[in-house]
């Protein structure tokens, strides 16, 4: 592992623990009012004589979507940083200098490359949707490494932003949907 490394695997244990919390009470706050929407949608649609009264409910597994992929990733990046800020730190200058054609090169020049090497990848923006995103995670990955040095790196952070937008969006859709479904309900 490089000192890059170290540091990104550190800096995102603490992210990750710093905001535990909040992503759980975000994926709560979204599941209630869309399981609730699904709840009265199904009421809805068995008691519905033509095909349309399962909209609700098809709508309500739309909104649930977001939700099922944010806390899979949420998941799968909390089992994956457990234990990095846990490893041993490598400080630069620590290792060995090599000179190569009469110059020296040390870890300090060695971690500046990486991260000039990272700049430039983020300048590539070669993806069709988000290319900011692809771009900067590509970069994270090279500054970190690679994925061996940066496993959290792995999933696309595109899907994961995408999944996190439709869950913020999920919560006031699900409490009007549930409103609009226990409406038709009273009404019948």
């Given amino acids: 592992m490089t000192g890059n490394s170290d540091a990104m695997n550190r800096t995102v244990a603490d992210i990750v623990r710093l905001v535990r919390r909040p992503g759980r009470l975000l994926l709560t706050g979204a599941a209630v009012p ?28 739309v909104l649930a979507v977001p939700v099922v992929v944010l806390a899979v990733r949420r998941r799968r990046l909390q089992r994956v940083t457990e234990g990095l800020a846990d490893r041993p730190v490598t400080i630069p200058g620590s290792g060995v200098v090599v000179v190569v054609e009469g110059r020296t090169q040390g870890p300090a020049d060695e971690t500046l490359a990486a991260w000039g090497e990272a700049a430039a990848e983020g300048r590539v923006r070669t993806a069709r949707w988000l290319p900011r995103v692809e771009a900067a995670q590509r970069a994270a990955v090279r500054a970190a490494g690679g994925t061996v040095n940066a496993p959290y790196l792995k999933d696309d952070l595109r899907v994961t932003l995408v999944a996190f937008l439709g869950t913020v969006a999920a919560i006031p859709l699900g409490v009007l949907g549930a409103f609009a479904s226990a409406f038709a309900l009273l009404l019948r």
């Fill in 34 to 61: 869309v399981g609730v929407f699904a709840l009265l949608a199904l009421l809805l649609g068995l008691e519905a004589e033509r095909w349309t009264g399962w909209l609700p409910l098809v709508l309500a597994g």
